[in-house]
């Protein structure tokens, strides 16, 4: 107890540097509290943002797919099918640990212009509407039409793609008997109603060559409801749709083996033997139809599965899938949201990054600041401390006491400023600053910035607050313990 009440009495005797110092704790707290409450944010922001709104905490692709990019992949380059998705998905679902899945179809489709003019082009994604709906609830707004029904073909165009075919091909797209031009890009609104589009022709990219066009009509326009500039260039359509665009069996369909006869005929560089009817008349007994069922690997129908998980990691959860596929002889393969979108990921991560980056700066700076003003200080009391050692304090009281004099104004001045900053994470989300700008929202934790304090940020903050303090006072304290009784006399 005697150590504490002299150091709260030096601490009393010397207010001006003790406000000094404790100014930089309290400062420095308060910067750290902060720093940590935006980081958690973006944190959380983020899995709302993309996790639970548009990719699931890990993607399955195919085991031949080589790029992790599968979502925003370059122009033309195809997701590689996803065979036996039955299999594939029931080891999925059989894991305690995976909280639902949801297979999709996703590549990109050329939007074909009828009269004369350029194409446009969008990512597609293949859903099933109501699966879709359930697996990411509300995280798509509809501002006119409506989803499809169960069994129902059409498209749901964001503003994102209404923008960017409008760009491409000059034309504008809404659901039938829909006239507000305010859905459309600014440069779009002038047009007539009679020359707004209510269908459209996609076309799909095949590595075979099977890719077929469909005309389809546009069923609703809206927006997602985070990163809209980033996920709105993805459009949705029905699975069936999607399948006939990309060229792969409808469920309603089946392959059919040919005899030996017709892959004769049709192996043959005879013209007249190909125009001459022969690959129908071939024996029709011959002509067997194949089941196009998932898990025989017959009809590659989806592209990927998004998984959400009950917990842990997004890298813990693919690598365990991984290895599930590999006990099950699968042709798939897992990986983590952020290598699925790319450069939005490692965006997304360099962010974060860079506020764990800023958050430790402080922390260095508020060090360096402590230690400096500390070592001045205990040079100033040489005086004072050269008596203390002349009647009779050894070198490890004078230490323990320069430690507990910084231990106290940690514990208040480092106190409030904790207190101060918890306050302020609470205040700034009622302040409703927002932004439509993508990468702000990635730091925000969406279109409101929203700082988060969880209780175990808090015990980090006053843990962080220890290290620095501790570390800071080593070098003070182990100069004060080395003033003698004739550096005091030789200073005055």
Known sequence: MLIWRLAWRNLWRHRGRSLVVGGILFLGALLLTFGNGVVSGMEQGLRKQVVETFTGDVVVASAKQQDDNVFISMMGKEIEPLYRIGAVQAAIDSQPWVKASLPIGKNM????????????????????????????????????????GPGEPGLVLPTGAIEQL???????????????????????????????????????????????????????VGRFRALNTIWGHFALADIESYRSVQGYLRQDEKAVELSDDQKNVMASDD??????????????????????????????????????????????????????????????????????????????LLIRGALLGFVGLLFVVAGIVIA?????????????????????????????????????LAAVFGGLGVLLGVALVAVVPLLGITTDNDLLQMMYGGEVFHPLLRPQ????????????????????????????????????
């Open 372 to 408: 400096n003003t500390l070592a001045m200080s205990a040079l100033e009391r040489t005086t004072e401390i050269g008596m203390m050692r002349a009647v009779g304090a050894t070198r490890a009281f004078i230490g323990r006491l320069m430690l507990s004099e910084t231990a106290v």
């Open 271 to 348: 013209l007249d033997a190909l125009l001459s009817g022969d690959v129908a008349a071939a024996d029709p007994a011959k002509a067997t139809a194949v089941d196009s069922s998932d898990d025989d690997g017959v009809d590659p129908i989806w592209n990927l599965v998004l998984v959400k998980l009950h917990g842990g990691t997004a890298e813990d959860g693919a690598k365990r899938l991984d290895s599930v596929f590999d006990a099950r002889d699968l042709p798939a393969r897992a990986m983590p949201w952020h290598k699925a979108v790319g450069v939005i990921g490692s965006l997304a």
């Open 109 to 148: 489709a050329m939007a074909l212009h009828e009269s004369e003019g350029n194409p446009g082009y969008i990512f597609l994604l293949g859903v099933d509407f109501a699966k879709w709906s359930a697996f990411f609830p509300g995280s798509f707004d509809v501002k006119a039409g409506k989803l499809p």
């Open 166 to 220: 409008h760009q491409t091909m000059g034309q504008a797209f809404l659901p039938e008997g829909v006239f507000d031009t305010s859905l459309l890009p600014e440069k779009a609104r002038r047009i007539p109603s009679s020359s707004i589009r209510r269908e459209i022709v996609l076309m799909g990219f095949s590595n075979s060559m099977a890719a077929s066009d469909l005309r389809m009509d546009v069923h609703a």
């Open 457 to 492: 940020d808090v015990l980090s903050c006053f843990l962080e607050l220890g290290l620095v303090v501790a570390l800071a006072s080593l070098y003070p304290a182990k100069l004060a313990a080395s003033i003698t009784p004739l550096d005091a006399i030789a200073r005055e």
